[in-house]
T-cell receptor, first 115, second 111 residues
Framework: AQTVTQSQPEMSVQEAETVTLSCTYD???????LFWYKQPPSRQMILVIR??????QNATENRFSVNFQKAAKSFSLKISDSQLGDAAMYFC????????????FGKGTHLIIQP | DTAVSQTPKYLVTQMGNDKSIKCEQN?????MYWYKQDSKKFLKIMFS???????INETVPNRFSPKSPDKAHLNLHINSLELGDSAVYFC??????????FGPGTRLLVL
């Protein structure tokens, strides 16, 4: 079975600084997708970034970028120029390619932005 | 332009009751899901459903059942509610290989 591990229950960063959230996963599949979702206090699940396993290039979305290390099964999220609105729970998630599998989530990292 | 909607947003009920949560998506997606988020914020898949297959997480009690009247709807029925069913339930959908989009969640409180 696939597992996703987020080893940082909570992280704190100063506004405008950069922070990196860690995620590792375990799978025997070769075709899969990785995601970071953000959940603010409103509890809405918001997609931050997505990475296809077959792509070597790291995904980037504005201030958000990932460091995808396929051999090490690592998928960290870097947030640059942190803003107060970035404060939220961040979940790393895995999904096998093909089929109708749901997402397997990590336990989440609570990100605090210090003004 | 709500993409994935759920009703109700809040549900308070007594132990032993039967309740339903409705989910609708207007994105033309072919696969829908239900997730449970517990009090520690852990999210776990309950069901995946498209017009060909239903995948049930084996840890889900059979008091929970998904019902899909059509491709745009996947409702969650819960029989004989228990205190431990209190959680936030999320519906989600996607087209195969594409990103899942989530509904706003339904907070269920069983008294």
């Amino acid at each position: 079975a696939q597992t996703v591990t987020q080893s940082q229950p909570e992280m704190s960063v100063q506004e405008a600084e950069t922070v990196t959230l860690s995620c590792t996963y375990d799978t025997s599949e070769s075709d899969y997708y990785l995601f970071w979702y953000k959940q603010p206090p409103s509890r809405q699940m918001i997609l931050v970034i997505r990475q296809e396993a077959y792509k070597q290039q790291n995904a980037t979305e504005n201030r958000f970028s990932v460091n995808f290390q396929k051999a090490a099964k690592s998928f960290s999220l870097k947030i640059s120029d942190s803003q107060l609105g970035d404060a939220a729970m961040y979940f790393c998630a895995y999904r096998r390619g093909g089929g109708a599998d749901g997402l397997t989530f990590g336990k989440g990292t609570h990100l605090i932005i210090q003004p | 332009d709500t993409a994935v909607s759920q009703t109700p947003k809040y549900l308070v009920t007594q132990m032993g009751n039967d309740k339903s949560i409705k989910c609708e998506q207007n994105l033309g997606h072919d696969t829908m899901y239900w997730y449970k988020q517990d009090s520690k914020k852990f999210l776990k898949i309950m069901f995946s459903y498209n017009n060909k297959e239903l995948i049930i997480n084996e840890t889900v009690p059979n008091r929970f059942s998904p019902k899909s009247p059509d491709k745009a709807h996947l409702n969650l029925h819960i029989n004989s509610l228990e205190l431990g069913d209190s959680a936030v339930y999320f519906c989600a959908s996607n087209r195969r290989e594409e990103t899942q989009y989530f509904g706003p969640g339904t907070r269920l409180l069983v008294l």
